[in-house]
């Protein structure tokens, strides 16, 4: 089994900056594409960032040139660095790992409230 546990939210005013980290631990093969996810109020769950095992990243464009989605391989962690947070960045924040080799599994996070005043 693999958990992943998820820390950094909190309430922050717009303009502000907060970073999310995500880490993995248990029966890991192999750390494959990892990625954030966020579910506002009354919304559903959207993919906002993905980075793969050697780095590659992919954004939103709600989030593009905001946020930075980075990972430590000899960690196990994947980070968030959201600056120029916005009212309607409000949600909770979860990660995702795709673990395995030949079975592949994906795993999530239980989520870390981030709340952006204005």
């Known amino acids: 089994q693999v958990q992943l546990v998820e820390s950094g939210g909190g309430l922050v005013q717009a303009g502000g900056s907060l970073r999310l980290s995500c880490t993995a631990s248990?029966?890991?093969?192999?750390?494959?594409?990892m990625a954030w996810y966020r579910q506002g109020p009354g919304k559903q769950r959207e993919l906002i960032a993905t980075i793969s095992s050697t780095g590659g990243t992919n954004y939103v464009d709600s989030v593009k040139g905001r946020f930075a989605i980075s990972r430590d391989n000899a960690k196990k962690t994947v980070y968030l660095q959201m600056n120029s947070l916005k009212p309607e960045d409000t949600a909770v924040y979860f990660c995702?790992?795709?673990?395995?080799?030949?079975?592949?599994?994906?795993?999530w996070g239980q989520g870390t409230q981030v709340t952006v005043s204005s």
């Open positions: 995702n790992a795709n673990v395995g080799i030949l079975r592949r599994a994906e795993y």
């Open positions: 248990g029966s890991i093969t192999r750390l494959n594409d």
